[in-house]
Nanobody, 122 residues
């Protein structure tokens, strides 16, 4: 039901914006999150936003560089990624759940989207 897109190849220091949309799911009732996973590594929490309040939380590794936001009109959640580094290379996934704890821990999440690959070259 969720689909992430917007990934691609970018040089270090560049920017990308990822988008996540859903069919048959209204984001306004959920906490939305972005995760990433590099092959051979565990899935990592990146950012989350509570749709109704707009409150956000970020992993320390992306704080100050990434921004998560929402668009109510299009039922879309975005991840603006600036000052990209090679270590940001990963498949990025969006997720939705009614629980902030689920989104922050990555456990028991009800909805996962298909990922989009971000590659940052040095």
């Amino acid at each position: 039901q969720l689909q992430a897109y917007g990934g691609g190849l970018v040089q270090a220091g560049g920017s990308l914006r990822l988008s996540c949309t859903a069919s048959r799911l209204t984001f306004s009732s959920y906490v939305m999150g972005w995760f990433r996973q590099d092959p051979g590594k565990e899935r990592e929490f990146v950012a989350a936003i509570t749709w109704r309040s707009g409150s956000t939380v970020y992993a320390d590794s992306v704080k100050g560089r990434f921004t998560i936001s929402t668009d109510n009109a299009t039922n879309t959640v975005y991840l603006q990624m600036n000052s990209l580094k090679p270590e940001d290379t990963a498949v990025y996934y969006c997720a939705a759940d009614g629980s902030v704890v689920a989104i922050r821990t990555g456990r028991g999440i009800n909805y996962w989207g298909k990922g989009t690959l971000v590659t940052v070259s040095s």
